[in-house]
Structure formats: structure tokens, C-alpha cells
């Protein structure tokens, strides 16, 4: 982190969809508690009804149940289909660490995730606070709402 001096930037680009598809998104997406109750919220239907239909038991963890094809089920046209209710994983990314990873660790590391995500060092500036508050978990920053 001591690298980012003056922020860095990112921006979901529209009609790219490329880390929800199962060719290209590495892992599941697992969901914290708020998740399912933000998503059911959106969706219009009872948290326990959301969690029959969209989620499974992952390595211990709840995530959701991807698709026939292995891409994420709510992608619809290249676009995420739960975009302002989307799991904190998907929110937070390229900031929150998975699996110890974390593309903001080096320079090298995030000139590496500019080669998989076009959204990455474009768009919206974050602060170096605000890329460690969203790295907490944190909305007090304004880095997103959990
Ligand atoms: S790869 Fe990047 S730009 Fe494409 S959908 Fe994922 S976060 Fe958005
Ligand atoms: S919830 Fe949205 S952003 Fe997350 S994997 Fe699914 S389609 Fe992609």
C-alpha cells in the first residue's frame, strides 16, 4: 500500500461482464449476511427464499450458484443484472483481498490486473483512505455502502 500515493483509479466498464463469465472469473462469489438481505431486498423476495434459489454451501462459506454455463447468474447482456445490490465481493473489487491477493499490493501487481479488467486505472479516483477502508470492510470512507 505505501505505493499508492495518490490514489489509483477504476471503473466498472459498461457491457463487459469478463469477471462474472465462467471463462474468465477465477473462484466463487461468496456472500456476507448483508448480501443475501440487500439482494432478496432488490430481488423482491424473502431473504430464505433468495438462499434456496441463488445460494449453495462453498468450502463452508455460502456463495451463489453460478449458472449452467458456469457464469454467474446474474448477468444478463454483459451487465450485472443486481448491479446497486451486488455481493460485497463484486462491490469491493479490485481493492478486497481474495485469497490473501490483493491487486493493489505492488505496482506490478495492479499493472497486472489492467491486463484482465479494462476498468482498471480508469475512471473514478480513490484515495489511498479510501482503498483502505473499502480493504476493512468499512462504508465510512465512502468507499461503497455494505
Ligand atoms: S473485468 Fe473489470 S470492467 Fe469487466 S466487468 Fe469485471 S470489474 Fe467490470
Ligand atoms: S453479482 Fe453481478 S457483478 Fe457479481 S458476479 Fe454476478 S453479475 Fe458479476
Known sequence: MDWILRGLRFECQPD???CCTSELREGSVF???NDVERLA???GVAPREFARHYTADEFGELALVMGDDGSCRFLQAGRCGVHEARPLQCRAYPFLPEDGFTPVESP??????KEFCPGVGK???YRKEEIAGIMRGRKDVGGFDV
Do not use: H, S
Open 16 to 18: 463487459c461482464g469478463k
Open 41 to 43: 431486498r432488490y430481488l
Open 31 to 33: 456472500l456476507e449476511p
Open 123 to 125: 475512471g473514478r479516483l
Open 108 to 113: 506490478y501487481t495492479w499493472r497486472r490486473e
